[in-house]
């Protein structure tokens, strides 16, 4: 499974910018897709994830604020971010959960896009 995300930018407090990313490869193959993100010198965190199942899931920093959907059919996800603050500032990163038999389970990654919230 390849991901390739995009949307990332520079917006200012308070702002909204939608991240999307879209899966190829072996897409029959994921099981739930998400956004992760990343500050330098900190650990990858989760920011949202959606199961194939409709179950979401999110990071408390972001919740209310946040929202993550996906378009099956064009095997893309998205996250919509509202009401931005400065600790949103991060590098952005597409997940897909999938693979089979032994592969099951697999973390597939995208590049980073870079998010910068300014105040």
């Known amino acids: 499974v390849q991901l390739q995300a995009s949307g990332g930018g520079l917006v200012q407090v308070g702002g909204s910018l939608t991240l999307s990313c879209v899966a190829s490869?072996?897409?029959?193959?994921?099981?739930?897709m998400g956004w992760y993100r990343q500050v330098e010198g900190k650990e990858r965190e989760l920011v949202a994830g959606?199961?194939?199942?409709?179950?979401?899931s999110y990071a408390d920093s972001v919740k209310g604020r946040f929202t993550i959907s996906r378009d099956n059919g064009k095997n893309m996800v998205f996250l919509q971010m509202n009401t931005l603050k400065p600790e949103d500032t991060a590098v952005y990163y597409c997940?897909?959960?999938?693979?089979?038999?032994?592969?099951?389970?697999?973390?597939?990654w995208g590049k980073g896009t870079q998010v910068t919230v300014s105040s």
């Open positions: 997940n897909a959960v999938a693979g089979t038999g032994s592969n099951y389970g697999t973390d597939y």
């Open positions: 490869g072996r897409t029959d193959t994921i099981a739930g």
């Open positions: 959606l199961t194939n199942g409709g179950y979401e």
